[in-house]
């Protein structure tokens, strides 16, 4: 009798790839809304991975934020880093509407982790990161669109699996 185990273990570089998906993604969303600038993309993108590489990450979303502050379409996606895929799928189907009074925002969702560092700690990370990052309104329960699977991003065992809100 034989018995095989295989286990993945993943790396920083894993992380790194898993987000160039999230970044292609949000990247196409912006070109889509007409939102956000390649400039404004890639530091998100960079205080994500931030977040992601600290392991301080749950779920970040990319949400399309109405006049009156409502959100009308949203991607969550969610780290999954106790996975099992070795490869996920590719970026994409990102149909977006270009809404006038609209914006595109990233809204991150902290980890335990992050809730178990000090204020100095939060704040080391805070540093490393470009942009100025605040509290939101916007409610991320999305309990008024429809919910829907969408693709699930890996890298050797890191995980980002994507549900889409519309």
Request: cysteine-free.
């Amino acid at each position: 009798m034989h018995t095989t185990t295989q286990t993945a273990t993943y790396t920083v570089v894993d992380i790194r790839k898993t987000f160039s998906n999230f970044q292609a993604d949000l990247s196409m969303i912006a070109r889509r809304t007409g939102k956000m600038t390649p400039d404004k993309v890639d530091k998100f993108h960079h205080d994500v991975l931030v977040l992601a590489e600290g392991r301080y990450l749950r779920h970040v979303d990319i949400t399309l934020v109405g006049a009156l502050g409502t959100a009308i379409q949203a991607s969550r996606y969610t780290v999954n880093a106790d996975g099992s895929a070795l490869t996920g799928d590719r970026p994409g189907s990102n149909d977006w509407p270009d809404i006038a009074g609209s914006e595109l925002t990233v809204i991150v969702h902290y980890s335990e982790n992050w809730w178990g560092l000090d204020a100095s700690q939060k704040q080391a990370v805070h540093n490393r990161q470009l942009l100025s990052w605040s509290t939101t309104t916007v409610d991320t329960s999305y309990s008024h669109l429809q919910q829907s699977t969408a693709q699930g991003y890996a890298n050797k065992g890191y995980e980002l699996n994507k549900v889409n809100f519309k």
